[in-house]
């Protein structure tokens, strides 16, 4: 079923695919990011594929290699009965565009990848932060945002001397970090 | 019928769109929802569905504790079926191992799933009919579940939160004397149902709050990302335990109840089969029932028992680094997704050899409902965004993180 997938991707969508790794169950395509949009209206409007299921959009943030974010999309074929995920690597301040146009669903998923991650979507109808507050700085499941911050949603009446998160706090890469040990 | 616009003299009233927010504490809004409606009358023009109050981080937090610690945290997802989301969880880091539970392990994940399915359907019944005015049936519901519950107590300790999975196995086995605990637990379950439906399911007044509310396609269901019974009141058979069987699914023998017409009456109808069809499955599971360990032998992956550990210096060793640097994960990735009550719930879980879990992701199964509530309820009353939101259990853990 891969085999048959990456063909029809590669008539399709020249040079999408970067790599395919079969996997008994759990399949994975890596895409070039910028013909995410193309392969993902290619998997879900081909008769034969019928990707019509979105069940996942998220992001893992691998810190300490050169493309930083890595945007995972699990689809499910539902005439198939079968699974793929597609991975596209986005690097920090870059952006990818939206599948909000093909599955309706990307559209919360999308807000909370960038809400979490920083991640920015174009063309996406609304991209706003859907778990945190209006007004949160910082986006919390990056390796580099500490476990324990605290931010207050209200304005404290009175300044408040902010002073560095201590060390049991420090993510493992901030560590790395401040103890320079990453030169 | 005269124009309610117009006054008597046959003058236009002025009129706005009324815009008024069913708040984040809403008795209604179980969770804590924000829904923002524009109405015009009593009508639903448009609605714009604000989440994130019950976040807690559930991610970050998963990130910074070792592969079973974070069983804990699974608990408080779906916190009315623990014990499912525990055993995903724990399916999921075992593809990454690529290990497989022995049989007796596999039956008993299933059939702890499958009493936490009924627990959740009942209690989601329960409350959207609670909301609707009907009182008595959520009592019978929730005594219901109290007999399950009292079951799931003997078996790992707590009713709520459970824990039972570990990375490898499950932590408690089934007791002597489950069988007939389960067969008492039926007979009330059955009967609390009998009573409970008499009640409701041909009553005219819940017929016409439920039947042609909330309605939504096959194909919006399908491309807004609905599973579990709410994409099957719309037509669509799509079952995770039936498309991609796992544990000892092809083993058992069930039905799963579709809907034609897409709207609450429907998905009421399906969780009561689904009820059914739950304790059908249970039933036939605890004949097939084998002996043996309920975890693998692997003790680098699970916690060796005392007779291992205390016997052997192999043990002691594995029972040590388990201990301080927790199970032997090796570096990869998995997508593992199971039919909870709610639809498919996965786990996207992503390791790096280390002892703690690089990313831990778990798919809010009532996040695409909750999002597409503007869908099932513009055009319709402000009164019928009650049962529709209790038709499509959300649940707040899961909904947030």
């Known amino acids: ?183 | 019928m005269s124009d309610p616009q117009k006054d008597i003299e046959g003058k236009e009233l002025p009129s706005d769109v009324m815009e008024i927010q069913l708040g984040p504490s809403h008795p209604a809004t179980h969770g804590i929802v924000k829904l923002d409606t524009k109405l015009s009358g009593e009508t639903v023009l448009d609605m714009d569905v604000s989440i994130g109050f019950l976040h807690r981080g559930f991610e970050k937090m998963c990130e910074h504790r070792d592969w079973n610690q974070n069983m804990v945290f699974t608990d408080r997802l779906n916190y009315c079926s623990a014990p499912a989301n525990n055993a995903a969880y724990a399916s999921a880091v075992e593809k990454i191992c690529g290990v497989e539970l022995p049989d007796r392990g596999q039956w008993v994940r299933l059939i702890v799933t499958e009493i936490s399915r009924v627990c959740d359907h009942l209690v989601c019944v329960a409350a959207s009919v609670m909301e609707l005015g009907g009182f008595s049936v959520y009592l019978y519901f929730i005594q219901a579940r109290e007999e399950l519950w009292f079951i799931l107590d003997k078996i790992c300790g707590s009713r709520l939160t459970t824990s039972m999975s570990r990375i490898g196995g499950q932590a408690y086995d089934l007791y002597d004397g489950f069988e007939d605990d389960i067969v008492a637990a039926f007979a009330k379950v059955r009967q609390a149902m009998e009573d409970g439906s008499k009640m409701i399911t041909r009553n005219r007044i819940f017929y016409d709050r439920m039947r042609d509310v909330g309605k939504i396609s096959e194909e919006d269901a399908i491309d807004l990302g609905f599973t579990g019974p709410v994409l099957r009141s719309t037509g669509c058979d799509y079952d995770v335990r039936k498309a991609n069987p796992y544990w000892k699914y092809p083993e058992v023998d069930f039905e799963v109840p579709t809907g034609d017409r897409g709207d609450n009456y429907d998905r009421y109808l399906i969780r009561m089969e689904e009820i059914e069809q739950s304790m059908h499955i249970i039933d036939q599971a605890i004949e097939k029932l084998p002996e043996g360990n309920v975890f693998i032998d692997d003790f680098k992956i699970f916690l060796s028992p005392k007779s291992e550990t205390y016997n052997s210096i192999e043990g002691l060793i594995h029972h040590f680094k388990i201990i301080m640097n927790g199970p032997a994960v090796p570096k990869g990735e998995a997508y593992f997704a199971i039919e909870s009550p709610n639809g498919e719930h996965g786990y996207y879980v992503v390791s790096d050899g280390g002892s703690l879990p690089y990313r831990v992701r778990a798919r809010p199964t009532c996040l695409p409902m909750t999002m597409a509530l503007p869908e099932l309820c513009k055009g319709g009353m402000i009164a019928d965004i009650v049962p529709t939101f209790g038709s499509i259990n959300m649940i707040g853990g899961e909904l947030e993180r």
């Open chain 1, 1 to 183: 079923m891969l085999d048959k997938i990456v063909k029809k991707l590669e008539t399709a969508t020249k040079g999408a695919v970067l790599e395919q790794i079969p996997v008994d169950q759990d399949d994975r395509l890596i895409i070039d990011k910028n013909m995410i949009h193309q392969v993902c209206r290619t998997l879900k409007q081909d008769k034969e594929m019928d990707f019509k299921l979105l069940a996942e959009l998220t992001c893992v943030d691998y810190i300490e290699e050169e493309t930083r974010f890595e945007v995972v999309y699990q689809l499910y074929s539902l005439s198939n009965k079968y699974r793929l995920r597609l991975k596209a690597r986005v690097a920090e301040g870059d952006s990818i565009a939206s599948v909000s146009d093909i599955w309706r669903v990307a559209n919360p998923l999308e807000r909370e990848v960038y809400d979490m991650f920083g991640v920015k979507f174009n063309n996406h109808p609304a991209l706003t932060r859907i778990l945190m507050w209006e007004g949160f700085e910082g986006h919390p499941l990056r390796k580099d945002f500490p476990l324990k911050r605290h931010q207050a949603i209200v304005p404290l009446r009175m300044e408040i001397e902010v002073k560095d998160d201590p060390p049991y706090n420090w993510t493992k890469y901030q560590k790395k970090r401040k103890l320079g040990l990453d030169k």
